[in-house]
Structures are given as structure tokens and as C-alpha cells.
């Protein structure tokens, strides 16, 4: 049961790290993005003691969190691209600004894929053998 452990592990550090970076938003959007990274940490402390429910839980918020990861990614590129016309132009103040989302990219898409891959590997444990 080691998989399970790692996973929790996991879920909470993610969702840990996901709080301040959500914060940056703004004072209006931030109540709203950190439900986000408190339910990630929420799963992760119910994978101590993984249920049928959880696992199904755990599918339900990984296969919103990837899409939500490609979002995120595509909205980095964009700044990215965005602060290197600026800069060519004489401005840039805030050209790093489209690494936050790229790294909330990562962090959601690597989180969200090692779940979804756990799950379909090992089931739920009502499937699994004694």
C-alpha cells in the first residue's frame, strides 16, 4: 500500500504549493482559486485511508485538472509570447508573469496523470484481491 501513501503525499505538497501562486490572482479571485488547491490537499488527506469513493472522486477532479492544466499552459505560452512583443516594443515590466501559470500547469498535469494512472492500474480497493 505504498502507491496510496506516495499518492497522499503528493496531493498535499501539490496542493500546498498551488495556494500562493493562486493567491497572485488578486484579492476578488483569489476565495475562488484557492477552492482549487484546498480540495487537492483535501483528497490527499482522504488517500490515507483510500475508498471506492475517493478513487472515484480521484478521477473526477484529475480529469478536470488536466483540462484545466491545458488551459493554464496555453494561457503561459500566450503571456510568454505576449511579454516578448512588449519587450520588443520598449515595455516588458512583467514578461516572467506567464511562467505561474506554466508552472501550475505542470504541477496539475504531473499530479493529475500519476493519479489517473494510479487508479486505473490498481482499481479501487473493493476490486482488489486480499
Known sequence: ???????AFLHVVVGL???PSSMVFGVFLAPLLVAGPLW???LGFRLWRPTD???ALLQKT??????AAGFLFAYGILA????E???AEGGGLLGAFGLIPLMQAFLLGVTGATSL???SRKGSPSSRKP
Not at 510568454?80 to 511579454?83: G, M, S
Request: avoid cysteine; aromatic fraction near 18%.
Open 53 to 55: 469513493q475517493v478513487f
Open 80 to 83: 510568454l509570447r505576449a511579454a
Open 85 to 87: 512583443r512588449s519587450a
Open 40 to 42: 487537492i490537499v483535501y
Open 1 to 7: 500500500m505504498i502507491a496510496p501513501r506516495f499518492l
Open 117 to 119: 494512472w494510479f487508479v
Open 62 to 67: 484529475h480529469a478536470f485538472s488536466l483540462v
Open 17 to 19: 504549493l498551488l495556494l
